[in-house]
């Protein structure tokens, strides 16, 4: 199979490894279907036993590509249908459909995040089991379209980040749970290998049954109604059935967060 904005490497422990390092690895449609692509083939492969996610160049992911020309080519080739419809099923497709796959992918997955995670890139790597962080990591959660956070963090300590909107770094992300080892930076792909490498030597069936027992657990306890019911709340609201305000003259004008993430994602960015 062929890959354009990813490097997938199979084995024992198979690298997905997000490849558009001049964009921060900002989540292109392109880039967000290859993943899913790797997973899956990942998946069906009898020699694989652990999947291990990365991020090529300075950052693991800067979030939603929000225009890079690539993106916006991509765009005017296959199209992106503007309806109420056509912008629900985007939405759903692309942030949430894919997203559950990877949680219930049936190998063990692994995160190994290095520079910033922001919003997109929160939730792609909230979907993996583990996450192994470098020291210098920077986390900014999502609570749209893949809403994991209070499951992720606990319900008052997401309220409090989530209000503030801050970064989380990465030894605060291991005390609250959510990344499970924090390493030096020129460390971690060692470490994060070696740990993979280890539970690669699992048998198959054990790995899958203790990863299909916690993932029901927390499925008894609502995680996965809970994340459908607040994607169709927030899919059919105000965000997409009442006008934006953030409207110019028919344009949509980007909020200041997503200023600066386009800022981020610009080539050269430092």
């Known amino acids: 199979m062929t890959y354009h904005e990813v490097i997938y490497e199979p084995g024992p422990v198979a690298r997905v490894i997000m490849n558009r390092p001049e964009y921060r690895n900002a989540q292109s449609r392109v880039l967000l279907e290859e993943i899913d692509r790797a997973f899956q083939e990942a998946a069906d492969d009898p020699e694989v036993l652990v999947i291990v996610l ?4 300075p950052d693991f992911s800067a979030g939603h590509d929000l225009g890079s020309p690539s993106e916006i080519a991509d765009r005017e080739i296959r199209g992106w249908a503007e309806d109420f419809v056509g912008v629900f099923d985007r939405q759903r497709d692309t942030r949430i459909a894919n997203t559950m796959r990877w949680r ?3 190998k063990p997955t692994i995160a190994m995040v290095h520079g910033k995670c922001i919003f997109g890139g929160w939730m792609v790597a909230a979907s993996m089991d ?3 962080a470098s020291d210098d990591a920077l986390f ?3 609570h749209t379209q893949y809403f994991s956070a209070p499951w992720d963090l606990g319900v008052r300590k997401a309220k409090e980040i989530l209000f503030q909107n801050r970064f989380i770094p990465a030894r605060e992300a291991k005390e609250l749970g959510f990344v499970n080892q924090v390493y030096p930076a020129e460390a971690l792909e060692r470490k994060t290998l070696a740990y993979a490498g280890e539970v690669a030597q ?3 069936m054990s790995l899958r049954q203790i990863k299909h027992s916690i993932n029901n657990m ?11 019911a607040s994607f169709m709340t927030y899919a059919t609201g105000a965000r997409f059935g009442q006008p934006d305000p953030r409207m110019v003259q028919g344009k949509r004008q980007l909020s200041p967060v997503a200023q600066a993430l386009a800022k981020l994602q610009k080539p050269g960015h430092s």
Not at 54 to 57: E, L, P
Not at 218 to 228: C, M
């Open 140 to 142: 900014l959660p999502s």
């Open 54 to 57: 990365s991020g090529n160049g």
């Open 202 to 204: 699992r048998t198959p």
């Open 130 to 132: 583990l996450i192994f």
């Open 218 to 228: 927390q499925d008894a306890q609502g995680f996965t109604t809970h994340i459908n």
């Open 104 to 106: 219930n992918n049936p």
